[in-house]
């Protein structure tokens, strides 16, 4: 929330002179018995689905404290916004709703500018056709099962001991580089804004990190979601630039994308639950759509951002 990120891979595999913690990650299907070989792996964080010897290192900047037991933290309640802004997003007037699931900084700095008031007929006319065509396909109403949609989504949670250090590190990128190459504050752009009151970054405060993972076979890059404990539960984080216009226009551009895909959806309602929450995801920090090459072609847009086995 503290400052604009440009979202290339360039930008984000420079190195940094900043201290950083990375730490094992909690995932849905991660069971108690696992947690001292989690531990003993200390540079472990979020694995890509059907990769896992493969992670999309993720680390909090320098003055986070990591939890002693990841496995203990409240992993469901960390995934829940991620959840309920997605299907804020796809119900009718629902943009007022989904600021809702914003830290207090963001929902109320774009609340100001009345972007919670306005009626957009654009994405509502986006919005009632995605969930027909939901229901048409898999028989039922768009909601999302968190256990078994984000059962491949890693969470790392800490806590704040240097507010200072960790404004000018946070939000973390929401894009992480190639498999093998760390993320780093040092890898954003310059620049920043104080740990203050508004912002929540205070000494004791629980913060977490979300990470969906990698798709199809690494083409699209794991996605970080940085979160802060509220008293009203987890709220995910953005950055201090995000306005309602942007937050708006790349809303619609990725729901479009899922409508135009609509004849390749995945099989399994899960899988697509998936997908449009990463969706939504990348539209809230900025991350554009990424164009892939297919082999013996020059180029252009893949059918879809997920497993191919995945698809009729």
Do not use: C
Not at 113 to 136: F, I, T
Not at 160 to 169: C, I, K, M, R, S
Request: no cysteine; aromatic share 4%; proline share 6%.
């Amino acid at each position: 929330m503290k400052r604009h990120l440009t979202v290339t891979l360039a930008a984000l595999v420079v190195g940094g002179g900043f201290a950083l913690l990375s730490g094992p990650a909690t995932r849905a299907e991660d069971k108690p018995d696992q947690s001292a070989k989690a531990a003993d792996q200390s540079d472990q964080s979020a694995r890509s689905a059907g990769a896992a010897d493969k992670p999309a290192r993720v680390t909090f900047p320098a003055g986070v404290k990591l939890k002693d037991d990841p496995n203990k933290a409240d992993h469901g309640a960390i995934l829940k916004p991620l959840a309920t802004l997605t299907e804020a997003v796809l119900t009718k007037n629902g943009f007022d709703d989904a600021l809702e699931r914003l830290v207090d900084q963001d929902r109320n700095r774009i609340g100001n500018e009345g972007a919670a008031e306005r009626k957009y007929d654009d994405l509502n006319g986006r919005v009632d056709s995605l969930r027909k065509a939901w229901k048409a396909k898999y028989g039922k109403d768009f909601k999302i099962d968190t256990d078994k949609a984000f059962a491949q989504v890693a969470t790392l949670a800490g806590e704040v001991e240097n507010p200072q250090a960790v404004a000018g590190g946070w939000p973390v990128p929401p894009v992480s580089p190639a498999a093998g190459e760390a993320v780093t504050a040092g890898a954003k752009q310059s620049g920043g804004t104080n740990a203050n009151a508004d912002s929540n970054i205070e000494k004791g405060r629980d913060i977490a990190i979300a990470t969906f993972p990698e798709a199809r076979a690494g083409k699209q890059p794991a996605l970080n979601v940085s979160l802060i404990q509220e008293l009203g539960g987890w709220r995910i984080d953005v950055p201090n630039t995000t306005t309602g216009q942007q937050l708006h226009d790349n809303l619609l551009k990725h729901l479009n994308h899922l409508a135009d895909m609509q004849s390749q959806w995945p099989v399994e309602p899960e899988v697509a639950e998936l997908v449009f929450a990463r969706h939504v995801l990348m539209a809230v920090y900025g991350v554009d759509l990424q164009a892939e090459k297919r082999p013996g072609s020059d180029g252009g847009a893949a059918p879809s951002d997920e497993p191919r086995q995945n698809q009729k």
